[in-house]
Structure formats: structure tokens, C-alpha cells
């Protein structure tokens, strides 16, 4: 019998059998693989997310290169905005809460429509 002084990747008992065996048993290769596909899930959300978010901020910019513009949300839409998707909170004292998409953020304004802004060195003090 081959024996190697490896341990299961999955429990990290030693394996007994051929060399470059990698679990001990089929349950644990199963597992091994299901944590595999799960990790992976999860990289492939963030990775999406963060495209998203890029775009979103890809977006602000382009309609609003210097900051403070106002326009129709239906154009941030679209040009392909996903409003569900932002960075941080950013609320004024007057009760305004401003959705950021990194350095870019906007305002939700009466009749449909959205204020663009840049984010400011003063806003870190009162970040949500
Ligand atoms: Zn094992």
C-alpha cells in the first residue's frame, strides 16, 4: 500500500492510499467542492456588485463631471443607473440623505427628478 504523509483537505486526518489523493473519502471531496462553489458564489456577487457600482459612479459622473447638476432620474436609468446600488449614506442636517456611489453621490428631488454632487472633505464628519 502507497502511503503519503499528507492530510485530507477537507478533515486533515492523514490519508492512507495512493500519492496525490487529496480527501479521504468521497464525503469528504463532496464537502471539499460544495465549499468550493459557495466561496465562489460569493466572488462572483461581489464581483458583480462592484461593476455595478462602477457603472453607478461611471454614470453620476458623466451627466455631473464637476458636481451639482440636476437632471431627470430617468436619464441616469437610462443610461443603465441601478438606484439599488450605492457605497454610502450621507445625511444633512437638515434631514437630506444623499446616496453616494464612491465619490459621486445624488439627492433624490421632487418630480422625478435627482441632484448630482461630488463628495466633500466636510461630509466624512457626519458620514451615516
Ligand atoms: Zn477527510
Known sequence: MDYTKRNC???DQPLVGR???RY???QCRAAASNRRRSEDAGER???ETNLKLRHNRFVLQRFSPEGKTTLK???LQVAG???RHFTHLYRT???NTYHFCYDYGYLLLEEEKVLIVNWQPYME???V
Request: glycine letters at 8%; one cysteine or more; hydrophobic letters at 30%.
Open 9 to 11: 483537505e477537507a478533515c
Open 19 to 21: 500519492a496525490g489523493k
Open 24 to 26: 479521504c473519502s468521497n
Open 45 to 47: 456577487l461581489m464581483k
Open 73 to 75: 432620474r430617468e436619464v
Open 81 to 83: 443607473f441601478d438606484f
Open 93 to 95: 442636517r437638515q434631514g
Open 125 to 127: 464628519k457626519n458620514k
